[in-house]
């Protein structure tokens, strides 16, 4: 088992910026996906950007552009930098780490946008 823990979420001002981390408690040299997902109330649980084990990014269409997806394994971290947020990137972020026979959540950090 993993436990995922993150940090960086908070209140911020539309087109401030914000880095979310997810620190694993061990490493996995399993084949994984990282992941950022998102939820805001009344809204389904939606994936906002991904990194695979060998580099690959994929990134919501609204969000490319503005946030960039990143890891350091050395730390057993990945990170979500947010930069010119907008209002409706209000949500609970969670982070994800993924593979066959295993699927990892983070207890969520809240983020919100004022305008």
């Known amino acids: 088992q993993v436990q995922l823990v993150e940090s960086g979420g908070g209140l911020v001002q539309a087109g401030g910026s914000l880095r979310l981390s997810c620190a694993a408690s061990r490493s996995s040299s399993r084949t994984n996906v990282k992941g950022w997902y998102r939820q805001a109330p009344g809204n389904q649980r939606e994936l906002v950007a991904s990194?695979?084990?060998?580099?690959?990014?994929n990134y919501a269409e609204s969000v490319k552009g503005r946030f960039t997806i990143s890891r350091d394994n050395a730390k057993n971290t990945f990170y979500l930098q947010m930069n010119n947020l907008k209002p409706e990137d209000t949500a609970v972020y969670y982070c994800?780490?993924?593979?066959?026979?295993?699927?990892?959540w983070g207890q969520g950090t809240q983020v919100t946008v004022s305008s």
């Open positions: 990194i695979i084990s060998g580099g690959l990014t």
């Open positions: 994800n780490v993924r593979g066959f026979g295993f699927d990892y």
